[in-house]
């Protein structure tokens, strides 16, 4: 069983950044690959960034890549997702997850483990 917890969320004015924490307690972290998965009202989760094991390869969302960077540091057990040039669509629950098995996915059924969420709201 893995317990992740993120933290890090508010409220950020268009063009501004925000650093989202994710810390992981049991299970194995060093092992897991790590996402990051965003929901906004009345849309569906979709995938934002995810990060292999080891944190030598990294893969974005089309619509996140070059502003937002996933990284992870295994002796602390967490995951990281520094946003920056954030925009009004970027607003939405953000969720951190564990995939436990196979290559990194981009996929939220491939994922076992799931955070409480924590909310970005980007003012225009």
């Known amino acids: 069983q893995v317990q992740l917890v993120e933290s890090g969320g508010g409220l950020v004015q268009a063009g501004g950044s925000l650093r989202l924490s994710c810390a992981a307690s049991g299970g194995t972290f060093s092992i897991y690959n790590m996402g990051w998965f965003r929901q906004a009202p009345g849309k569906e989760r979709e995938f934002v960034a995810a990060i292999s094991w080891s944190g030598g390869s990294t893969y974005y969302a089309v619509a996140v890549k070059g502003r937002f960077t996933i990284s992870r540091d295994n002796a602390e057990r967490t995951v990281y997702l520094q946003m920056n040039s954030l925009k009004p669509e970027d607003t939405a629950v953000y969720y951190c997850?564990?995939?436990?098995?196979?290559?990194?996915?981009?996929?939220?059924?491939?994922?076992?483990?799931w955070g409480q969420g924590t909310q970005v709201t980007v003012s225009s």
């Open positions: 997850a564990v995939q436990r098995r196979g290559n990194v996915s981009s996929r939220f059924r491939d994922y076992d483990y």
